[in-house]
T-cell receptor, first 114, second 112 residues
Framework: GENVEQHPSTLSVQEGDSAVIKCTYS??????FPWYKQELGKRPQLIID?????GEKKDQRIAVTLNKTAKHFSLHITETQPEDSAVYFC?????????????FGAGTRLFVKA | DAGITQSPRHKVTETGTPVTLRCHQT?????MYWYRQDPGHGLRLIHY???????DKGEVSDGYSVSRSKTEDFLLTLESATSSQTSVYFC???????????FGPGTRLTVL
C-alpha cells in the first residue's frame, strides 16, 4: 500500500524567511496530493493541492511542486508570517483506491518567530 | 467551515465499554470518512462511506465499526474500548473521490 513520509518533523524559521516541507510517497500510481494546515486545537484545512498531471501550483505565498519520477512533492511558503505557525500535513491518494483513501504524512510543526 | 458537526466533543470512558461517536453533515456530500489523529502518526483512516449503507475499511479498522443509515449521519462505534483507542477522532466529508476533504471539529476520546 501507499506510504507517505514527511520531513522535517519540526521547522523553525524567522518571520519573512521561506519554509520548505518535503514528502515522499511509495505508490507511483498516486494521482492526488493535498496539503492540509492544522492550527492548534483546530481542524485540518486544505491549503493547496496538486494532481499528477501538473508539476507545480501556486497560490499567493504558497506553492507545491511534484516530481513524479522521484516520487516526492514539496510545500513552499514564502515571506512567512506568525500566522503560518501550525502543523502541516502532506497526503497522497493512490489511484488504485479509486480516490477513497488518502494517506497522510506524520506532519511538520512549523514555528514562525517574529 | 463546512456544515459538519461531531458529537460528543469530549468523552472519557472506561476500558471495555462501548462508545459511539456521531458525525453529522448538512452539505449532502456523498463521501464520509473517520480518521484518528495521534502524535507522530498524522491522520489515519479508520473507515469510510461512499453512500448510504456503503462502507469500507481503512488503514486502522480493527476494533471499530461504522454505520450510515442516512446521507447526513456517519456513526463510529468502538465495540469494547481499549486504552490504545485514546485519540482525537475526526470526521471528514467530500463531494467527490480524490478531492478536498472537509473536516469536522474533532472528538477527544480518553479511555481509562
Amino acid at each position: 500500500g501507499e506510504n507517505v513520509e514527511q520531513h522535517p518533523s519540526t521547522l523553525s524559521v524567522q518571520e519573512g524567511d521561506s519554509a520548505v516541507i518535503k514528502c515522499t510517497y511509495s505508490d507511483s500510481a498516486s494521482n492526488y496530493f493535498p496539503w492540509y494546515k492544522q492550527e492548534l486545537g483546530k481542524r485540518p484545512q486544505l491549503i493547496i493541492d496538486i494532481r499528477s498531471n501538473v508539476g507545480e501550483k501556486k497560490d499567493q505565498r504558497i506553492a507545491v511542486t511534484l516530481n513524479k519520477t522521484a516520487k516526492h512533492f514539496s510545500l513552499h511558503i514564502t515571506e512567512t508570517q506568525p500566522e503560518d505557525s501550525a502543523v502541516y500535513f502532506c497526503a497522497a491518494s493512490p489511484k488504485w483506491t479509486g480516490g477513497f483513501k488518502t494517506i497522510f504524512g506524520a506532519g511538520t510543526r512549523l514555528f514562525v518567530k517574529a | 467551515d463546512a456544515g459538519i458537526t461531531q458529537s460528543p466533543r469530549h468523552k472519557v470512558t472506561e476500558t471495555g465499554t462501548p462508545v459511539t461517536l456521531r458525525c453529522h453533515q448538512t452539505e449532502n456530500h456523498r463521501y464520509m470518512y473517520w480518521y484518528r489523529q495521534d502524535p507522530g502518526h498524522g491522520l489515519r483512516l479508520i473507515h469510510y462511506s461512499y453512500g448510504v449503507k456503503d462502507t469500507d475499511k481503512g488503514e486502522v479498522s480493527d476494533g471499530y465499526s461504522v454505520s450510515r443509515s442516512k446521507t447526513e449521519d456517519f456513526l463510529l462505534t468502538l465495540e469494547s474500548a481499549t486504552s490504545s483507542q485514546t485519540s482525537v477522532y475526526f470526521c471528514a466529508i467530500s463531494e467527490s473521490r480524490g478531492t478536498e476533504q472537509f473536516f469536522g471539529p474533532g472528538t477527544r476520546l480518553t479511555v481509562l
